[in-house]
């Protein structure tokens, strides 16, 4: 570790392309990993919670292939990437957190690519406050069965493929039902089972994360 770093909100972490000496992990807030697209829109790709890595792939393939924005206030852990390699000779047990949540991102990403492929829309923000929601229990941050969620309506509806209009009905249509209530950064999983049910998935079991 090398030092500490705090982000304001709506700081730019790491620029798709850039080619920087450090890797990070969150240790508090939120963000988002997303790409530019040719015509200038931006599709977000994943969310950021603590735990998470960033910068991994400038670390192995030299460059971003995507950027990180802080969407909240954030804390992060800060490592030299010329120190990546010594950790996984001189730290086996560090070295396996790391692939752990790497292998957890990638099974991430194409449980995505099945949901966006083969979920209608409706079932698309169920499943996705249902990992969100799990992915923020795995690290402790549930309480009384809500978690924090400082992001807005638009950065779902970018991450799914859905317009903001037909992510906002659908939002209103879960709460009405008793479902899953998101306001004011905040977010109550009502009835975890029925929820499910309506995504199309089963509950996962909750399993403690790594935090580097």
């Not at 008793?178 to 996962?204: F, N, T």
Request: charged share 20%; proline share 4%.
């Amino acid at each position: 570790k090398a030092g500490e770093l705090a982000v304001d909100a709506g700081s730019t972490v790491l620029m798709e392309g850039s080619n920087s000496p450090q890797v990070f992990t969150v240790l508090s807030g939120m963000g988002t990993r997303y790409k530019t697209l040719e015509d200038g829109k931006r599709q977000v790709i994943n969310f950021l919670f603590p735990g998470d890595f960033i910068g991994l792939q400038a670390g192995i393939m030299g460059e971003m292939k995507h950027s990180v924005e802080a969407s909240t206030q954030m804390v992060l852990c800060v490592f030299n990437r010329s120190d990546l390699w010594n950790m996984f000779k001189a730290q086996p047990a560090r070295a396996y957190d790391l692939t752990w949540i790497a292998a957890v991102e990638e099974h991430f990403l194409g449980e995505t690519l099945a949901a966006l492929g083969q979920r209608a829309a409706g079932q698309r923000i169920a499943w996705a406050l249902l990992r969100i929601h799990h992915r923020l229990r795995a690290v402790g941050l549930e309480k009384a069965g809500v978690v924090p969620l400082a992001f807005r309506q638009q950065d779902l509806a970018d991450a799914l493929g859905l317009s903001l209009v037909h992510t906002n009905k659908t939002l209103m249509r879960l709460r009405k039902a008793g479902l899953a209530r998101w306001h004011d950064g905040q977010l109550d999983i009502q009835d975890r089972p029925k929820l499910a049910r309506y995504a199309g998935s089963a509950p996962e079991p909750l399993e403690k994360r790594p935090l580097m």
